[in-house]
């Protein structure tokens, strides 16, 4: 077989060093209050600062406001479902700190990556065994005839 053909044979995956089951603590968005009232305002959160308000005053059944304690688990935070945590790469370059992390972290290619650099990111991540979350993306399949 010829070394391309090897090389799509024999794909070298690294398993993932963390496996301890994340756990969400609230996944719902803290809306800003009166964000479901008026039109003008809109939902994205801000702190509530008027004398009476009732949320800043965390009155029973009023919505909840964000604090320190809805924090998730340090080891899991920013940790993917299959295992690494991202790492963004916008060169070749960008894949060596990687090489020997690649069971803790995983490539993603930059949205501003030109297509044959993206091929040249994607062959060196082969190559070093380096998990890309996007390696499709912006490369079109070339059927030659």
């Known amino acids: 077989p010829t070394p391309i053909a090897l090389e799509k044979m024999v794909r070298i995956v690294a398993r993932p060093v963390n ?4 756990e969400k603590k609230y996944t719902k968005q803290f809306k ?7 039109h003008r305002i809109a939902t994205s959160w801000r702190q509530p600062k008027g004398i009476d308000n009732a949320v800043r005053r965390e009155f029973k059944g009023n919505q909840l406001m964000p604090n320190i304690g809805y924090r998730n688990n340090k080891k899991t935070r920013h940790v993917e479902r299959d295992g690494p945590k991202r790492f963004l790469v916008f060169n ?22 030109s297509a ?18 996007n390696k499709d993306a912006r490369l079109k399949k070339v059927e030659h005839e």
């Open 19 to 22: 496996k301890i089951p994340k």
């Open 116 to 133: 044959p650099k993206r091929r040249a990111i994607l062959k060196k991540a082969n190559q070093l065994a380096i998990k890309v979350t």
């Open 92 to 113: 070749v370059a960008d894949l060596m700190p990687l090489m020997m992390n690649n069971r803790r972290y995983s490539a993603e290619i930059a949205h501003s990556v």
């Open 32 to 38: 800003r209050h009166h964000s479901d009232r008026y």
